[in-house]
């Protein structure tokens, strides 16, 4: 299923409502990296670029402008080229694109440039620019936004450059229905794919054989590219938060943890399960795995609009403290870090850590992960549970509820 042209229509609406007079809106869809000679890494679109237009093809700019209170959409595509297409395939066509996106004026490449300079040019010194400038850590190479702000702005010393990513962010972190639909096929597929691990689990079973499993579902679900990397982390492995080589043995014993999820048109799931190989939880994993579901179901309890995701890791942090002081596995209320260490959640939606103002106080439409997971080092114990929740007018509701998560539902399926 896709979404419907008219919502993007809508969401490109929205945008320009924010868009002051005279102001110009770039967003590049991004190209394909290079991995090795002439291999490129697989190519995965701009998501704000998805998010205004749908489209998931490389080397594609979306520019909206506004001037006297007209807005202008041009969507610049790559000219066709009967060569190229004989063998990396036909470039989108105009009409493909008006299809998917609802844009009705189409430019080529190669006429970016120009019509880009025309549009400053008529604004007469009082044009302004936004891009996509978000930036996640300071050794991430330079994305096509931040280089055409750098030609731009040598092109045009006066010219302001602003950073649209406000705008975006306030838009994506309250979700449509129909990218709700999304988010509950990809947990589906992700249902369906642990399921078919805790078939197949036994002791001495590698983690990349367990990965083996979930990559058969989600491609044989269509699912091509993984929202992240999926953690299956058997033993100590499983205390080690992102821990991504899933190259050692499950050994009789041992839990595993799993942190993964599958796609639907880019919208993720992000699903954690643990789970004993052997199929039997010990009465010491038992007792500490119910002190985190204890915590996960009383965070989910407290998800509601106006509660802010610092108020929910309070409630499990709170549940933690206590039964660990129960446990004996801590003293003071000071060393809870010894044992849980990352927030209990985050938005979801096109990104796995979604785009969002962690410090926002939730809105219906809204969709988060709770995540309270603990690890025993000591005893090589990880254990995290994390399911997909909606936040809904009167409080919540979890899209992943059918993906067994209690001891016994567990045990039961392991064991048929």
């Not at 000219?79 to 036909?90: D, F, I, S």
């Not at 844009?103 to 549009?119: A, I, K, N, R």
């Not at 003293?331 to 985050?346: A, G, M, R, T």
Request: overall charge negative.
């Amino acid at each position: 299923m896709r979404i419907d042209a008219k919502e993007f229509v809508l969401r490109r609406q929205k945008i320009a409502e924010n868009m002051p007079d005279h102001s110009a809106l770039v967003l590049f869809s991004g190209v394909a990296k290079t991995r090795s000679h002439d291999d490129s890494y697989p190519f995965t679109p701009n998501r704000n670029f998805y998010y205004l237009t749908g489209i998931a093809r490389r080397n594609l700019i979306l520019m909206i402008t506004k001037r006297a209170g007209i807005v202008t959409e041009t969507l610049f595509l790559q000219r066709p080229n009967e060569l190229e297409a004989r063998w990396t395939g036909a470039v989108l066509s105009d009409q493909e694109a008006k299809v998917q996106s609802g844009v009705e004026q189409f430019e080529y490449l190669d006429e970016w440039p120009q019509s880009f300079g025309t549009f400053i040019r008529r604004c007469e010194g009082k044009g302004s620019l936004y891009l996509d400038l978000y930036r996640y850590q300071w050794s991430d190479e330079l994305t096509p936004a931040e280089t055409f702000a750098e030609v731009a702005q040598k092109k045009y010393r006066t010219l302001p450059i602003h950073d649209a990513s406000p705008w975006l962010k306030e838009l994506r972190m309250v979700k449509s229905p129909a990218e709700i639909e999304e988010i509950r096929r990809a947990i589906a597929i992700t249902d369906e794919a642990i399921r078919r691990m805790w078939s197949h689990a036994r002791p001495g079973i590698m983690e990349y054989e367990l990965e083996a499993h979930y990559d058969f579902t989600l491609k044989s679900n269509g699912v091509r590219e993984l929202p992240y990397s999926p953690i299956i982390a058997s033993g100590i492995n499983a205390t080690i938060l992102h821990y991504e080589a899933n190259n050692q043995r499950a050994e009789d014993g041992d839990l595993v943890l799993l942190d993964l999820g599958a796609a639907s048109n880019y919208y993720a799931a992000d699903i954690s399960r643990t789970f004993p190989v052997n199929g039997r939880f010990t009465e010491r994993q038992k007792e500490i795995y119910q002190l985190v579901l204890e915590a996960q179901i009383k965070t989910i309890e407290a998800v509601k609009p106006g509660v802010t995701l610092q108020q929910l890791n309070d409630v499990t942090k709170q549940v933690f403290t206590d039964g660990l002081l129960r446990l004996g596995l801590i003293q003071e209320s000071s060393e809870l870090s010894k044992y849980y260490f990352h927030p209990v959640s985050h938005h979801l939606g096109l990104d796995t850590h979604d785009i969002s103002d962690s410090s926002a106080a939730l809105q219906p439409g809204m969709v988060i992960t709770i995540e309270p997971g603990l690890y025993i080092e000591e005893e090589a114990i990880g254990i995290r549970i994390e399911d997909d929740v909606l936040v809904t007018e009167n409080g919540y509701e979890v899209l992943s509820s059918q993906i067994p998560k209690q001891v016994d539902e567990i045990e039961d399926w392991m064991s048929r």
